[in-house]
């Protein structure tokens, strides 16, 4: 899981007694520590006349590399004491977190925590921040997966902004929904996203030494089952086209990349690139999708950011009644596969042999999303399901006997037809669990309107 650096600053009204302050404030400090959050701490600020407190604060943060502030309100806290330190780091995310009060002697004592924050609500509004409003509830558990779900998507945002993402060719097929517009996806989302001519990875596959290529093959067969033995000459040439790109990759350090796949690998030279992603995916762990799809490789490296996890994609066969069955025709990287790691030489329509991957996928509660665009709007579709093990099935074209392609079937939260009326693309990227809060936080932050 992601760990990102936020700073805390935690706040109490001068008259408040300081042991309370201190208590409340520390237990929510560890409370985010204890969620995986590297915190950034200064000792509890109060209102007080000569502004020490608020002095001091700014001091201790300034100079510090954090993605995000944490205010954490305990108690009444007039404004201009947080308003003089918040907008020293006005150009961050920031979380708005009032805590609660407590029950004692069969009464709820409270420190007018909510009176802090409401004062300041729509002030850091009016002020143009970035921030969350968060409140925790007497009585109930403190509300810290929300503050830590805006900082993970804080820290996601601010790399989304330094990452670079590569594309070997633009547009196979002459898709639509996979391409993109330059300008406002970095503008608003924050990658750059460079093109490169694959001629460029031929010129360095044909440097690579044999001893490389060899030692890339031997990987393979040591790492991958095969159902069949695969041709010599198939498993050189993948290794060799792999060695070509891993050295662009390794010089530019793309955090994504897509290759042309049917209009460029297969066509032009007559190899499926389906080994050449397996060896990207599982031997750099970088995200990859085919076909150029840039939206899908930005929502990728969004959901490896605020999950750790690689964010396979996944591209949809048919849709049923509650459910809908999504598979690969071609690869998925290792760490999605439920059990060995299985592949086979295969065969489509007129295409030549390649390497397919055949291997069972992990089941269990799954998010699906997508980053689609009209013009300068973005927006993201998140839905949530559970993942269950396909029915018997295969696509129409493989070389008898035909492959049981890697698929899930997706039994959705959201009903079948109202998913398809906002569905965007063939390829969806699948994470584990339910991520819906890092996301939509993320997507807040930047502006991009969730659709469910």
């Given at each position: 899981m992601p760990n990102p650096t936020i700073a805390f600053v935690g706040f109490g009204e001068v008259n408040t007694p300081p042991d309370i302050i201190l208590r409340k404030v520390t237990q929510a400090r560890t409370g985010l520590e204890q969620s995986g959050l590297t915190l950034i701490t200064t000792a509890p600020v109060t209102d007080d006349p000569a502004g020490v407190d608020c002095s001091r604060a700014i001091a201790d943060l300034a100079g510090k590399q954090f993605d995000a502030l944490v205010v954490c309100i305990s108690g009444w806290i007039p404004s201009h004491a947080v308003i003089r330190i918040t907008d020293e780091f006005r150009h961050l995310p920031m979380v708005l977190w009032g805590l609660s009060g407590w029950s004692e002697g069969g009464r709820l004592i409270t420190t007018a925590d909510q009176a802090g924050t409401t004062a300041l609500r729509k002030t850091f509004e009016d002020l143009g921040y970035t921030f969350t409003y968060v409140y925790d509830i007497a009585g109930t558990p403190s509300r810290v997966d929300r503050v830590r779900d805006f900082c993970v998507a804080a820290s996601a945002r601010a790399r989304l902004r330094r990452m670079r993402i590569g594309q070997m060719g633009y547009r196979d097929m002459k898709l639509y929904g996979t391409m993109f517009d330059g300008v406002s996806l970095r503008r608003i989302i924050g990658p750059e996203v460079e093109c490169f001519d694959m001629l460029e990875m031929t010129q360095n596959a044909a440097k690579v030494a044999d001893a490389e290529v060899a030692e890339t093959v031997a990987y393979v067969n040591n790492a991958w089952r095969f159902t069949a033995p695969a041709k010599p000459e198939t498993l050189a040439a993948g290794a060799r086209y792999y060695c070509g790109l891993k050295r662009i990759l390794d010089a530019r350090r793309y955090a994504a990349v897509s290759l042309i796949d049917v209009d460029g690998m297969k066509k032009l030279l007559g190899f499926p690139p389906s080994m050449i992603f397996m060896l990207m995916a599982n031997r750099l762990g970088i995200a990859t999708i085919p076909e150029n799809d840039v939206p899908g490789n930005v929502t990728q490296v969004m959901v490896k950011y605020l999950t750790g996890q690689c964010g396979a994609y996944l591209e949809f066969y048919e849709f049923m009644q509650d459910r809908v069955l999504m598979g690969v025709p071609d690869y998925v990287p290792a760490e999605i596969v439920d059990g060995p790691y299985t592949v086979r030489p295969?065969?489509?329509?007129?295409?030549?042999?390649?390497?397919?991957?055949?291997?069972?996928?992990?089941?269990?509660?799954?998010?699906?999303?997508?980053?689609?665009?009209?013009?300068?709007?973005?927006?993201?579709?998140?839905?949530?399901?559970?993942?269950?093990?396909?029915?018997?099935?295969?696509?129409?074209?493989?070389?008898?006997?035909?492959?049981?392609?890697?698929?899930?079937?997706?039994?959705?939260d959201t009903p079948v037809e109202r998913f398809a009326a906002n569905v965007a693309c063939q390829h969806y990227i699948v994470s584990y669990g339910d991520n819906t809060g890092v996301l939509a936080a993320l997507c807040g932050m930047l502006g991009v309107t969730v659709v469910g």
């Open positions: 295969a065969a489509f329509g007129q295409l030549a042999e390649g390497i397919l991957n055949v291997s069972k996928l992990k089941t269990g509660r799954v998010t699906l999303c997508r980053l689609i665009s009209t013009g300068d709007r973005y927006a993201m579709h998140i839905v949530t399901g559970e993942a269950v093990t396909p029915q018997p099935w295969e696509e129409a074209g493989w070389a008898q006997p035909a492959p049981q392609l890697p698929g899930l079937e997706i039994i959705l």
